[in-house]
């Protein structure tokens, strides 16, 4: 027997008090108010929280200067819609550019408050939602970069991704029956065989499975990352039909999670905190409880057996005489000229579509065999090349201290030119999948690398520094594993030599 009746209340943390007091989304309301107002004269819960509902992050490190997070759904941007983002932070000059991020989404930065409302009604003409999509809500929703131009796809995700965030965001408009979730919560959709998602690190995952000959989702519950704590999803023992279940399947799971949820510890509020209290089966019940109908039980199998790609290159598509061009952004850091080119570039040579990975890099699909060859002539190839060395390739960095209140480290520009430094001192046989991540929040994920990076401070001569623990061991793709610290507390000015001998040891790397 399932015990459907609501656990007691327990004591409330302190965001869970302001949020009772006054919704996030309430913001919503009052933004051109704000925006006349000027930032400054904001109450602080409505500057530093209920403002990330919109996805306006107010920024600590530069106050006064935005980071605006979109929603990103499967990735997919159209050249307008990449111009529209060009042009915005292209007015902030110095101060504007924007990020690909580890969920396959765009933030930009620099914004100012005054400008939101106009840059609102932008979005609104040009199909974009910021909503939703920082603090207790479902970030954006991945999806295969790849979807509907693999020869090799199982499902294509896109359609599925975009109605689970519609039914999330009421259709961007915003929806208060999902604005006050106990936490931040993740969701994926993969239709490949590779795994392009990390379905393993998100609350909720659907894998594709057959199951008596019929094509499906097994479905993946709990994966996180957080400060204290990173676990891997584990089965539901749930099998969903792609178009009829994926999104009721979505709206019970965090229907069951909005209410049961514990909002007492933050540190212990993500979903595979309320799956561990109730016991998997009493949650399973639950949801079928919302759900409506009895889950059918997993597939034996997943359909994932292939090695993560990186989609770096020329690749052909299921469609003849299209191609594909994966464009390495060197950590996801874009200017507003770098969008601009990019924009004009799925224009010219594709169909006006742009995608973007986990791996905060950029494709151009639909580029006919005739349009490859001056494709391939365009200056910003020069900078986001199709070939980069094996540890600049596959380098993935969170924000770091640059934006980040939370970072101990700075990041990108670290990481990179340490990549940098490396290749071009060692051969390296294959690639190395490097992330770099500021803070134990993870964002950066270096439990899926090769070698992970996580900032930390550390005693050096008397001294503070930044420094990072070192994470090994993450597999991706099929068979996917977290990797887990194996060294605490290096100073960054002493990492260059101990990488050296860690690729050379570990990673077949020799010496120019
Ligand atoms: Fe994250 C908070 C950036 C992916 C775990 N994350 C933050 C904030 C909002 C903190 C803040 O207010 O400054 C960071 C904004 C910095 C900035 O100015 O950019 C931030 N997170 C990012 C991004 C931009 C990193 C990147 O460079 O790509 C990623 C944005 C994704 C998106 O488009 O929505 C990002 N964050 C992640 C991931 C990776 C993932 O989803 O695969 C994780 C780990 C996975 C997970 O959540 O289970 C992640 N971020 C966190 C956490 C820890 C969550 C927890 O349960 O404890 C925080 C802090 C928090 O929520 O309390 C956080
Ligand atoms: Fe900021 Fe830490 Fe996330 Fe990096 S990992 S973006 S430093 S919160």
Redesign the pocket.
Known sequence: MVNTAKPAKAKLNKFEKFKAEKDGLAVKDEIEKFAQQGWESIEKTDLEHRLKWLGI?Y?PVTPGKF?L?MRTPNGIVTSEQMGVYASIVQKYGEDGSA?I???Q?I?LRGVRLEDIPDIFRQFETVGLTSIQ??MDNV??ITGSPMAGIDADEIIDTRELVQKVQDMITNQGKGNYDFTNLP??F?IAIEGGRDNSV?AE?NDIAFVPAYKEGVLGFNVLVGG????KRAEAAIPLNAWVLPNEDVVEVSRAILTVFRDRGSRANRQKS?LMWLIEELGLEQFRSLVETEFGKPLTPAAEKDELDWEKRDHLGVFKQKQPGLNYVGMHVPA?RLSAQDMFDIARMGEVYGNGEIRLTVE?NVIIPHIRDANLEPFLTEPLLQKFVLEPKPLERSLV???GAQ????ALVETKNRALSLARELDAELNIPDKVRIHWTGCP?????PQVADIGFMGTKVRKDGKTVEGVDLFMGGKVGKEAKLGDVVQKGIACEELKPLLKELLIKEFGATPK
């Not at 996180?224 to 400060?227: D, E, K, L, P």
């Not at 934006?403 to 939370?406: A, D, G, K, M, Y």
């Open positions: 992050f920024r980071m997070r990020d991020t580890t969920r989404n933030q999509s920082g970030r954006n936490r931040k993740n990390h690190i996180f990352f957080s400060a993500r996801g905060q960095s969170c924000t934006f980040c209140n939370f929040n993870s964002c950066g994920q």
